[in-house]
């Protein structure tokens, strides 16, 4: 089955301790990205790859990083997460054929 | 900063009639458009794409694009309670769907 995981689904944390949160697609998309979801201002870009090793900002990078060692997978990582990251947060990965952009389940981040 | 518009709603219709959802844009030089879905707790999926000015069918959906006017509506004819969700309206400045912004979404709701 064609899927986005992400990993934890729930995550509650302190403010300043580092988090990872995991994004990973099984349909051998070249495209990947993370977004975050709050009341009132939609869905906006964090970071996205265009394919390995190629990352570039979205519309609200700060705060976060990203990597993209292999093609499946890419992870979200807060160095020092803040409580203004607190929001849902969606991985979707894209394939080059298609304008089909796949979303992962979603990750609610509360920061303490 | 390029925008994307929706009236939040809620928006009430009634079961089996037209529901018209709408969006505007900022940057006149937009190239691809998509309407995607939300229901409460769950990820976005794509309802439709269009590129090109005009309507764009598919089953009850009907997207329609005017570029000149910077607007793109959702139609949703014999609307069902399953189509109780929120909408999304995403522009991509370039073609492909790599670096969308979303509107913040228009909540529908299907009255039985």
């Known amino acids: 089955e064609a899927q986005v995981t992400q990993n934890p689904r729930y995550l509650i944390t302190v403010t300043g301790k580092k988090l990872t949160v995991t994004c990973s697609q099984n349909m051998n998309h070249e495209y990947m990205s993370w977004y975050r979801q709050d009341p009132g201002l939609g869905l906006r870009q964090i970071y996205y790859s265009m394919n390995v090793e190629v990352t570039d900002k979205g519309d609200v990078p700060e705060g976060y990083k990203v990597s993209r060692k292999e093609k499946r997978n890419f992870p979200l990582i807060l160095e020092s997460p803040s409580p203004n990251q607190t929001s849902l947060y969606f991985c979707?990965?894209?394939?080059?054929?298609?304008?089909?952009?796949?979303f992962g389940p979603g990750t609610r981040l509360t920061v303490l | 900063q390029k925008e994307v518009e929706q009236n939040s709603g809620p928006l009430s219709v009634p079961e089996g009639a037209i529901a018209s959802l709408n969006c505007t844009y900022s940057d006149r030089g937009s190239q691809s458009f998509f309407w995607y879905r939300q229901y409460s707790g769950k990820s976005p999926e794509l309802i439709m794409s269009i590129y090109s000015n005009g309507d764009k069918e598919d089953g009850r959906f009907t997207a329609q694009l005017n570029k000149a006017s910077q607007y793109v509506s959702l139609l949703i004819r014999d609307s069902q309670p399953s189509d109780s969700a929120t909408y999304l309206c995403?522009?991509?400045?370039?073609?492909?769907?790599?670096?969308?912004?979303f509107g913040t979404g228009t909540r529908l709701t299907i009255i039985p």
């Open positions: 995403a522009v991509n400045w370039n073609f492909g769907n790599e670096k969308l912004t």
């Open positions: 979707a990965s894209l394939g080059a054929s298609t304008d089909t952009q796949y």
